[in-house]
């Protein structure tokens, strides 16, 4: 499978991917000159409204959400994130959500 290259977006929601050729790659991007070019811009995605207004969403979060989620991302590289405990927790969350509805 190739790797992705640079990905850009052309200002109306449709991004293009580039393509970066690996030892196994059989595609046209391996040729040379414009051949690898064209194989470049070849794929692109359309990106729906909503996904639009998604990205436009204000990314700030205060610094107590930021360390919260650092942390959560710490526990999970480190493969102590989820628990027995955390695990009982969702269950009941999820038992008393179904029971009420």
């Known amino acids: ?18 393509r ?4 196994n790659d059989t595609a ?3 040729q040379a000159g414009e051949d690898v ?4 811009d070849a794929d692109s995605v359309n990106l729906s409204d909503a996904a639009r207004a998604a990205s436009r969403l204000p990314q700030a979060r205060s610094p107590e959400q ?3 989620i ?6 999970i590289e480190a493969g102590t994130y989820e628990s027995p405990a955390k695990l ?4 009941d969350r999820l038992i008393t959500e179904i029971q009420s509805s």
């Open 20 to 23: 970066v050729a690996g030892e």
């Open 70 to 75: 650092a942390a959560i991302r710490d526990q």
């Open 37 to 40: 070019r064209r194989a470049r």
């Open 88 to 91: 009982d927790a969702a269950i």
């Open 1 to 18: 499978m190739a790797e992705l290259g640079s990905i850009s977006g052309a200002g109306d929601g449709t991004l293009r991917v580039g």
């Open 28 to 30: 046209p991007a391996r």
């Open 66 to 68: 930021a360390a919260r």
